[in-house]
C-alpha cells in the first residue's frame, strides 16, 4: 500500500517544473545527490562509470537518458546522440550494450519514424558487435514496444532485445513467445504505477510472478537477464538453475547503477555474472524520481546533501 501511494506520488512529482529546475541546479554537481544513481550528465563521464564497473570484474549497459520526447525533431536527436554513443563506446573500448526507450526515439509522435530511428540504431550497433536492449515503458506502451520487437526480428536484426515487467499478468505469455522467438528478455518488476485490471497491485503477487516468469526465461535458455535487487529473487533464480542444472554463464543478474553496491559485488565474488545499468545524460530526473519512488529512504541521503550545500 505504501509502495502504491509512494509510487505515485513520485509519478507526480516526476511532472513538477520547479521541482526539476531545483534538482537540476543540485542534483549533478560534483558530490551532488544524483550522482549515485547517475553517471554523468555526458558520455565521457559514462565511459568512466563503465571502465570503474569492468574493472571490478562486471559488465555493464549504458542508457542515455531521455523518454517521452515530444518533436520529432527531438526524436532525431536521441536517435544521432544514440549514434555518437556507438561510436564512443567503439573508441573506448568497453562492453558494446545499450539501453534505450521507444519514446525516446519518437514513438509518441509517429511509430513508423520511431521503428527507422531504432533501425538506424541497430545497424550501426550491428555492424560493430552491440547488443541493444529496448527498455520497458509504462502500460499503454507495452504492446507496441512488443510490436516493433517483432518487426525487427522479422526484419532479421538479432542483436535487439526487450524487458518484461512481473507486475503485468500478460507478461507469461509475452515470455513463451520471446522464447519461441529466442529473442533475450530481461526480466524486471516494472517500474511504474499501473492501474488494477493492468497489473497486479500487491508486492506480493508481483514477486510470485517475478518467479514464475523467471522459471519460464531460464528454461527457455536464451540467455535471460535477471534484473532486481530482491535478494528473494536472486535466490529463488539460483535455487531454480541449481535443481535444473542450468549453469550461471547460461543467464546474469542485472541491477542499477548505485544500487545494492553490496550485492553486486557478492554475486561478482560467487561467480554469477553481474551487469550494471549505468544512466547517464542531462535528463535524468524522470528516472532519478522513480528510484526514490522505490525506496523513499533514499530521500535522506538528497535532504542530506541539500542541506550540506547551504
Ligand atoms: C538493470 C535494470 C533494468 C531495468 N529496466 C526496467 C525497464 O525497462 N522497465 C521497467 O519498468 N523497470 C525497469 N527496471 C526497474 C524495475 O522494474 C524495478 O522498479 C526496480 O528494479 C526495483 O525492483 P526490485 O526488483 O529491485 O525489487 P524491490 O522489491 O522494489 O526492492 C527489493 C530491494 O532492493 C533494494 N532497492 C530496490 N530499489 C532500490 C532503490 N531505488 N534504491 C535503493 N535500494 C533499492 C532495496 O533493498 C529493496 O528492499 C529495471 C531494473 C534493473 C535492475
Known amino acids: 500500500m505504501i509502495d502504491r501511494v509512494s509510487r505515485g506520488l513520485f509519478d507526480v512529482l516526476a511532472g513538477s517544473q520547479p521541482l526539476k529546475r531545483l534538482a537540476s541546479r543540485y542534483g549533478m554537481k560534483t558530490g551532488g545527490f544524483a550522482r549515485r544513481f547517475i553517471a554523468g550528465e ?3 563521464e559514462a565511459i568512466a562509470a563503465a571502465r570503474a564497473i569492468e574493472a571490478t570484474g562486471m559488465t555493464q549497459t549504458l542508457d542515455y537518458l531521455g523518454e517521452s520526447i515530444a518533436t520529432m525533431a527531438e526524436a532525431d536527436q536521441a536517435t544521432r546522440a544514440y549514434l555518437g554513443v556507438v561510436d564512443r563506446i567503439t573508441q573506448a573500448g568497453i562492453g558494446r ?6 519514446t525516446q526515439l519518437g514513438l509518441t509522435i509517429d511509430r513508423a519514424t520511431c521503428v527507422d530511428n531504432l533501425r538506424r540504431i541497430l545497424d550501426a550497433a550491428a555492424s560493430r558487435d552491440f547488443f541493444v ?8 506502451y507495452t504492446q507496441v514496444t512488443l510490436d516493433v520487437l517483432e518487426i525487427m526480428w522479422q526484419q532479421g536484426y538479432r542483436n535487439v532485445g526487450i524487458v518484461l515487467q512481473s507486475s503485468l499478468p500478460r507478461s507469461v505469455k509475452d515470455a513463451q513467445r520471446m522464447n519461441e522467438l529466442g529473442a533475450r528478455v530481461r526480466l524486471v518488476k516494472g517500474a511504474y504505477k499501473e492501474p488494477r485490471g493492468v497489473a497486479y497491485q500487491t508486492k506480493a503477487d508481483v514477486d510470485a510472478a517475478f518467479v514464475e516468469l523467471m522459471k519460464v526465461l531460464l528454461t527457455g535458455n536464451v540467455y535471460p537477464a535477471i534484473a532486481t535487487h530482491d535478494p528473494a529473487m536472486i535466490a529463488a533464480t539460483r535455487q531454480f538453475a541449481t535443481e535444473r542444472g542450468i549453469s550461471p554463464d547460461r543467464y546474469e543478474v542485472q541491477m542499477l547503477y548505485g544500487v545494492r553496491r553490496d550485492m553486486q559485488a557478492a554475486l561478482t565474488a560467487e561467480g554469477i555474472g553481474v551487469r550494471i545499468y549505468v544512466p547517464f545524460g542531462r535528463e535524468w530526473f524522470p528516472y532519478f524520481m522513480r528510484r526514490l519512488g522505490e525506496r523513499p529512504a533514499n530521500i535522506g541521503f538528497v535532504v542530506k546533501s541539500l542541506v550540506q550545500e547551504r
Do not use: C, G, H
Not at 536492449?133 to 499503454?140: A, F, H, I, L
Open 97 to 102: 550494450n545499450l539501453s534505450l526507450k521507444l
Open 42 to 44: 555526458n558520455v565521457d
Open 133 to 140: 536492449r529496448v527498455d520497458m515503458e509504462n502500460s499503454p
